[in-house]
């Protein structure tokens, strides 16, 4: 079984930074990616960045450019970095991974974190 857990949501004010961590544990032969989706009042949970097993990015429009992503592949963890938040940044964030089957990773299973808040007073 694989367990994945966030940390590091706060309340802060516009302009300021937070970083947000997660660590998967348990049972893992490898993992193909990690990401961090977020899910505000009254919406659909949304892709906000990931990474893949040799460091590729992506990044959806509203992090480009403030968030930056990065992982420790030692310690299955991920991290996001938000810069000049702002209030449409409060949500829930949650933590995906992408957990291999086997060492060679020719199939995987997501699992998914319980989120960790954020919120942005203006």
């Known amino acids: 079984q694989v367990q994945v857990l966030e940390s590091g949501g706060a309340l802060v004010q516009a302009g300021k930074s937070l970083r947000l961590s997660c660590t998967a544990s348990?049972?893992?032969?490898?993992?193909?990616?990690m990401s961090w989706y977020r899910q505000a009042p009254g919406k659909q949970r949304e892709l906000v960045a990931g990474?893949?097993?040799?460091?590729?990015?992506n990044y959806q429009a509203p992090a480009e450019g403030r968030f930056t992503i990065y992982r420790d592949s030692d310690r299955n963890t991920v991290y996001l970095q938000m810069n000049s938040l702002k209030p449409e940044d409060t949500a829930v964030y949650y933590c995906?991974?992408?957990?291999?089957?086997?060492?060679?990773?020719?199939?995987?299973?997501?699992?998914w974190g319980k989120g960790t808040l954020v919120t942005i007073s203006s």
């Open positions: 995906n991974v992408d957990v291999c089957l086997t060492s060679t990773c020719g199939s995987s299973t997501p699992y």
């Open positions: 990474i893949n097993s040799v460091g590729y990015t």
């Open positions: 348990g049972t893992i032969p490898g993992i193909h990616a």
